[in-house]
Nanobody, 123 residues
């Protein structure tokens, strides 16, 4: 059964770093663009980043540019989100999603969606 599984979330102090992973099983992730979204309960979902199938194109939300980096290892069927200089406003549940269109995926048009990993930023 195709699925995406996020990992790497946790509690970090402001200014700290985390690396999230999004591992695919049951399908080949290299035929999909992959995006990261985040959501705080009760608030709208926010697009965070997106990476193309080849990894040569990326998109980032203005709020994370210069601090977050997405990358992929198609041999491992995994996409990553490196998060540096974390701020309290970055705290949320982070989800990864996969879809065939890079730009439509960033807008929320996905084929596969993970269950999320919690990121807490607090001193």
């Amino acid at each position: 059964q195709p699925q995406l599984v996020e990992s790497g979330g946790g509690l970090v102090q402001p200014g700290g770093s985390l690396r999230l992973s999004c591992a695919a099983s049951g399908f080949s992730l290299n035929t999909y663009a992959v995006a990261w979204f985040r959501q705080v309960p009760g608030e709208p979902r926010e697009s965070v980043s997106c990476i193309s199938m080849s990894g040569t194109s990326t998109l980032y939300a203005d709020s994370v540019k210069g601090r977050f980096t997405t990358s992929r290892d198609n041999a491992l069927n995994t996409v990553y989100l490196e998060m540096n200089n974390l701020k309290p406003d970055d705290a949320a549940i982070y989800y990864c999603a996969a879809g065939p269109s890079f730009k439509r995926l960033y807008g929320g048009d996905y084929t596969y969606w993970g269950k999320g990993t919690q990121v807490t930023v607090s001193s």
